[in-house]
T-cell receptor
Framework: AQKITQTQPGMFVQEKEAVTLDCTYD???????LFWYKQPSSGEMIFLIY??????QNATEGRYSLNFQKARKSANLVISASQLGDSAMYFC?????????????FGPGTRLSVLP | KAGVTQTPRYLIKTRGQQVTLSCSPI?????VSWYQQTPGQGLQFLFE???????NKGNFPGRFSGRQFSNSRSEMNVSTLELGDSALYLC??????????????FGPGTRLTVT
């Protein structure tokens, strides 16, 4: 079974609008971390946001917020006020185990295109 | 603070050859991980080194190997290259020491083409 599922291969959003990128995960560990990365066409992976399994509040980093629904095993990324520079691939990832000692597992990614 | 650097950025090799890729982590980071990214398989974890010891290993054949030096720089080696090894190879570093160890920073990658 896939550990990380991203059901949206591609998404379009109008500039200045908000967009939600979906991510569901599968784990039996109590301790895990969820991450979102952005990969522009240049290829470099850029860390965006992190949510720990024990964190009660949703993580926020500037225009990025993570909608964490633990019971549903969902960790959606919300980008507010989209900008043209947000066009990229977005990957959801998880690391399991105490101190996140296990390997990072990445989802297949969602390609976001921001329209002017 | 300088980011993660990878050399070379681009590489073309022929089948059967071997290749060595290099990664210099962010200063102070002791953990280095390697990933392979292909259109078909996505991002797959290769291995992680911490303080010169392999800490985790992904599901790749023994042709893929790595090592880490005392200054935390890491190299990855692929022997007997196959066409399917064509990929973007990404290196990532983190401190490796909780509680800040979760944040992982990636380098720009090495794009390997095998002909």
């Amino acid at each position: 079974a896939q550990k990380i599922t991203q059901t949206q291969p591609g998404m379009f959003v109008q500039e200045k609008e908000a967009v939600t990128l979906d991510c569901t995960y599968d784990t039996s560990d109590q301790s895990y971390g969820l991450f979102w990365y952005k990969q522009p066409s240049s290829g470099e992976m850029i860390f965006l946001i992190y949510q720990g399994s024990y964190d009660e509040q949703n993580a926020t980093e500037g225009r990025y917020s993570l909608n964490f629904q633990k019971a549903r095993k969902s960790a959606n990324l919300v980008i507010s006020a989209s900008q043209l520079g947000d066009s990229a691939m977005y990957f959801c990832a998880m690391r399991e185990g105490e101190n996140y000692g296990q390997n990072f597992v990445f989802g297949p990614g969602t390609r976001l295109s921001v329209l002017p | 603070k300088a980011g993660v650097t990878q050399t070379p950025r681009y590489l073309i090799k022929t089948r059967g050859q071997q290749v060595t890729l290099s990664c210099s982590p962010i200063s102070g980071h002791r953990s280095v991980s390697w990933y392979q990214q292909t259109p078909g398989q996505g991002l797959q974890f290769l291995f992680e080194y911490f303080s010169e010891t392999q800490r985790n290993k992904g599901n790749f054949p023994g042709r893929f190997s790595g090592r880490q030096f005392s200054n935390s720089r890491s190299e990855m080696n692929v022997s007997t290259l196959e066409l399917g090894d064509s990929a973007l190879y990404l290196c990532a570093s983190r401190t490796g020491t909780p509680p800040s160890s979760y944040e992982q920073y990636f380098g720009p990658g090495t794009r390997l083409t095998v002909t």
